[in-house]
Nanobody, 119 residues
Framework: QVQLVESGGGLVQAGGSLRLSCAAS????????MGWFRQAPGKEREYVAS????????WYADAVKGRFTISRDYAQNTVYLQMNSLKPEDTAVYYC????????????WGQGTPVTVSS
């Protein structure tokens, strides 16, 4: 059973930084895409960034490109989201997700970690 556990959320001032972590367990993720999504109050969940676990190839939403970086640690089986130059509009609950490369929809989700950026 795949488990994804996020951590690292909190309150930060605009312009600050946070690093989110997603500890993944339950299987080998070499054939998976790992992603980060977020959902702001009253809004739909939106895509933030993703990474192919095996190659390290990354993709980003335009809203975070140049400010956020997704990365992984093989030994710790952990995916990170480094968030810099945070803006109040980045306030949301951030979710880690995983899917097999051959599947279009994300199959596994974490419980989410809240991020609040004050102006």
């Amino acid at each position: 059973q795949v488990q994804l556990v996020e951590s690292g959320g909190g309150l930060v001032q605009a312009g600050g930084s946070l690093r989110l972590s997603c500890a993944a367990s339950g299987r080998t993720f070499s054939s998976y895409i790992m992603g980060w999504f977020r959902q702001a109050p009253g809004k739909e969940r939106e895509y933030v960034a993703s990474m192919r676990w095996s190659s390290g190839r990354t993709w980003y939403a335009d809203a975070v490109k140049g400010r956020f970086t997704i990365s992984r640690d093989y030994a710790q089986n952990t995916v990170y989201l480094q968030m810099n130059s945070l803006k109040p509009e980045d306030t949301a609950v951030y979710y880690c997700a995983a899917r097999r490369i051959v599947v279009k929809e994300y199959e596994y989700w974490g419980q989410g970690t809240p991020v609040t950026v004050s102006s």
